[in-house]
């Protein structure tokens, strides 16, 4: 598995989606893991974290409309994303938050998500 984003689609200004991201256990476990932007033309963005024990930190701009939770035992990391805006239109990533500026799992293709205005 390594990571697989999915649960990203088109949705409008004010919409809501669920981002998932499955994990093999050698990279999910134990690690802060985070979500990722990537805008066209921007460079990649941390968008959230959270611990093994639940820990969450937030990029500003998505304080109170998104929230970060993890499955221990599937291995899986969700983001919950309410009140979407244009500006978070991006391709999603999901992966470690980097010990040492290195990441422990590939950056694999992400999930598009769109917020029309």
């Known amino acids: 598995v390594q990571l697989q984003a999915s649960g990203g689609g088109l949705v409008q200004a004010g919409g809501s989606l669920r981002l998932s991201c499955a994990a093999s256990?050698?990279?999910?476990?134990?690690?802060?893991m985070g979500w990722y932007r990537q805008a066209p033309g921007k460079q990649r963005e941390l968008v959230a974290t959270?611990?093994?024990?639940?820990?969450?930190h937030y990029l500003d701009s998505v304080k109170g409309r998104f929230t970060i939770s993890r499955d221990n035992a599937r291995n899986t990391v969700y983001l919950q994303m309410n009140s979407l805006k244009p500006e978070d239109t991006a391709v999603y990533y999901c992966?470690?938050?980097?010990?040492?500026?290195?990441?422990?799992?590939?950056w694999g293709q992400g999930t598009q998500v769109t917020v029309s205005s």
């Open positions: 992966n470690t938050f980097p010990v040492g500026g290195l990441y422990f799992g590939p």
């Open positions: 256990g050698s990279i999910f476990s134990g690690n802060v």
């Open positions: 959270i611990s093994s024990g639940g820990g969450t």
